[in-house]
């Protein structure tokens, strides 16, 4: 069984920074490929960064150099630190984890004002 809950969302200034993170508050006790992704009002659900269960990290263009995701194996659970944020990086942030199959978090609410 596997529940995902994120936290660390909020408002924030353009420049500014947030630190999401997911927990797996199930059974699940194995290590497995985590990530993140976010939706923009209006907009399709897009893909952030992931980390693997050896930690390989991979992260969309607009991310790169901004966003670093990691985990703490021992918890399950990933971070997402978020610095120079951006009006365009207003989204809800949704986490995943792969078990099998993708489990998905409830999302949790960024936005950036200008």
């Known amino acids: 069984q596997v529940r995902l809950v994120e936290s660390g969302g909020g408002l924030v200034q353009v420049g500014g920074s947030l630190r999401l993170t997911c927990s797996d508050s199930?059974?699940?006790?194995?290590?497995?490929?985590m990530g993140w992704y976010r939706q923009a009002p209006g907009k399709e659900r897009e893909w952030v960064a992931s980390i693997g269960s050896v930690g390989r990290t991979d992260y969309a263009g607009p991310v790169k150099s901004r966003f670093t995701i990691s985990r703490d194996n021992a918890k399950n659970t990933a971070y997402l630190q978020m610095n120079d944020l951006k009006p365009e990086d207003t989204a809800v942030y949704y986490c995943h984890l792969d078990h099998g199959t993708r489990y998905w978090g409830q999302g949790t609410q960024v936005t950036v004002s200008s």
């Open positions: 199930g059974s699940v006790r194995s290590i497995n490929a």
